[in-house]
C-alpha cells in the first residue's frame, strides 16, 4: 500500500532553516509528481510547492518563493523541502501528498503523509 | 491567488443529505475540470473523497458526489452518519502553475 512519512520538523528560530524529508513506499515513486501542503494551528490547508516526476519542473506558492526549495531523489524514494529565513506564519504541520499531473497540471492529490509540525519561534 | 470560498460550517441529522460548496473564478473552478474534495478528521491528514470534479476514488462512499456549475464546486453527502462529520476542503488548479484550496468546511451530523 501507498506510504509517505514525513520527518525533519521541529523547533526553530525566526531566520533559521530546516530540511523535511518525506519517504515514499508502495508505488512507483518516479512515475507521480509530488507536493508538499502546510497546515497551520487550527487553520486550512495551503499549498506550498509541487515538482515533476523528473525534478525539471518545480513551482511554488508566492508566500514561499524565494525561501524554500523543493527537490526529489528518485533512486531514494524522497522528496525534499528546504526551508530557509523561516518566519513565525511558516509554523504549520507540513503534509507530503502524492500528485496527480500531467503537463504541469496538478489535478488532485490521492495520498498523503502524517505529517510533520514544524514551529518558529524565538 | 485567493483562497476558494467555503461556508465555515454546515449541519445536518443522520440521513439527511448535505451540500457542501466551494466558490472561486473563471481563473480556477470555472476554467478547469481540476477539483476535487479532501475530509480531514481531527489530527488526522486529509483525504481524497472526490476528483476530477465528481470521481469516487475505490473506498469511497457513493454517498459522497461531486459537481460542478461555473464557477462553483459542490460536494453532496447524502445518508449522512455520524462518521462522516469532519472537515471538508475543496481544491482546484488555477492556471499558471498555482494551486488552490479552499477555506475548509466544518461539518456537524446533529
Known amino acids: 500500500q501507498v506510504q509517505l512519512v514525513e520527518s525533519g520538523g521541529g523547533l526553530v528560530k525566526p531566520g533559521g532553516s530546516l530540511r523535511l524529508s518525506c519517504a515514499a513506499s508502495?508505488?512507483?515513486?518516479?512515475?507521480?509528481?509530488m507536493s508538499w501542503i502546510r497546515q497551520a494551528p487550527g487553520k486550512g490547508l495551503e499549498w506550498v510547492s509541487y515538482?515533476?516526476?523528473?525534478?525539471?519542473?518545480?513551482y511554488y506558492a508566492d508566500s514561499v518563493k524565494g525561501r524554500f526549495t523543493i527537490s526529489r531523489d528518485n533512486a531514494r524514494k524522497s522528496v525534499y523541502l528546504q526551508m530557509n529565513s523561516l518566519r513565525v506564519e511558516d509554523t504549520a504541520v507540513y503534509y507530503c501528498?502524492?500528485?496527480?499531473?500531467?503537463?504541469?497540471?496538478?489535478?488532485?492529490?490521492?495520498?498523503w503523509g502524517q505529517g510533520t509540525l514544524v514551529t518558529v519561534s524565538s | 491567488q485567493s483562497a476558494l470560498t467555503q461556508p465555515r460550517s454546515v449541519s445536518g441529522s443522520p440521513g439527511q443529505s448535505v451540500t457542501v460548496s466551494c466558490t472561486g473564478t473563471s481563473s480556477d473552478i470555472g476554467g478547469y475540470n481540476y477539483v476535487s474534495w479532501y475530509q480531514q478528521h481531527p489530527g488526522k491528514a486529509p483525504k481524497l473523497m472526490i476528483y476530477?470534479?465528481?470521481k469516487r476514488p475505490s473506498g469511497v462512499p457513493d454517498r459522497f458526489s461531486g459537481s460542478k456549475s461555473g464557477n462553483t464546486a459542490s460536494l453532496t453527502i447524502a445518508g449522512l452518519q455520524a462518521e462522516d462529520e469532519a472537515d471538508y476542503y475543496c481544491y482546484s488548479y488555477a492556471g499558471s502553475y498555482t494551486l488552490v484550496f479552499g477555506g475548509g468546511t466544518k461539518l456537524t451530523v446533529l
Open positions: 515538482i515533476n516526476t523528473g525534478g525539471a519542473t518545480i
Open positions: 508502495g508505488f512507483t515513486f518516479s512515475d507521480h509528481y
Open positions: 476530477d470534479v465528481s
Open positions: 501528498a502524492r500528485a496527480r499531473g500531467i503537463g504541469g497540471y496538478v489535478g488532485y492529490f490521492d495520498s
